[in-house]
């Protein structure tokens, strides 16, 4: 049995208008927030919605909605479905996309690959559900309506959730290779570094000797200047 009716925002528009039923037994039906019941009584929401009756579908029975009536705190039952549906088997291939939103595939490739270059073309394909020739297209700049395409977020466009997005980017992430990154300074070679040592007593030693020439001739003008003063 299932948990909720089919196109539950209809069934509760039909049983608003055809019923006595309260807000709380009509959103505990559908399996809707009393809030948004009252919001459809009051005409804010569900707009332009046909009822669907739920009798006519064997969702539910007079019997149902007249002991909700009688009873507020009564709580309508779902009836079984008649009718067993198979499973659908899982397809494999590019997502559907319906047909009015088939246009807005190129602004949704283009976003991807600017803001996630790291995808492969396999996971742009499952998440907008485009061809490798379209991306090819939109990434060479070749596609017949480049000029007007602008970079839009597939999860705005409703082209595919972003749970699946995050999925397929932090999935990009853990196959891309790390970068070697900048580590800090290290140590320099030891041949460089005993090069280096190796100058050194010949830098020393020159000026050492710059040194004593000085002297040498500070002490030479001290002399001339004490003789010439005796």
């Known amino acids: 049995m299932s948990n909720a009716p089919l196109m539950p925002k209809a069934t509760a528009v039909w049983l608003l208008d055809n019923t006595a039923l309260t807000f709380d037994q009509v959103a505990d039906f559908t399996k809707m927030h009393p809030l948004e019941v009252r919001a459809i009584a009051d005409g804010d929401a569900a707009q332009g919605i046909k009822g669907m009756d739920p009798l006519s579908n064997g969702q539910l029975t007079r019997e149902e909605i007249e002991k909700g009536e009688n009873n507020p705190d009564y709580r309508l039952r779902l009836q079984e479905s008649k009718v067993v549906l198979p499973p659908q088997p899982k397809r494999k291939g590019p997502r559907y ?134």
């Not at 297209?137 to 409703?158: A, E």
């Not at 995050?166 to 999935?171: H, K, L, P, S, Y």
């Not at 853990?174 to 040592?197: F, H, M, Q, V």
């Open 97 to 230: 996309t319906p047909v009015s939103r088939r246009h807005e595939r190129p602004s949704a490739i283009l976003w991807l690959l600017r803001n996630h270059p790291e995808l492969k073309d396999a996971q742009i394909m499952r998440l907008v559900g485009t061809t490798k020739s379209t991306i090819a297209s939109v990434r060479d700049r070749t596609h017949w309506n480049t000029s007007s395409l602008t970079p839009i977020d597939p999860v705005t466009l409703g082209l595919c959730s972003q749970i699946e997005l995050d999925f397929e980017v932090q999935r990009a992430a853990k196959e891309k290779p790390i970068d070697a990154t900048y580590g800090g300074a290290t140590l320099l070679p030891a041949s460089e570094t005993t090069r280096k040592d190796e100058y050194e007593p010949a830098e020393k030693s020159s000026d050492d000797l710059n040194v004593d020439a000085v002297f040498a001739k500070l002490k030479t003008l001290g002399g001339k200047k004490q003789e010439e003063e005796e």
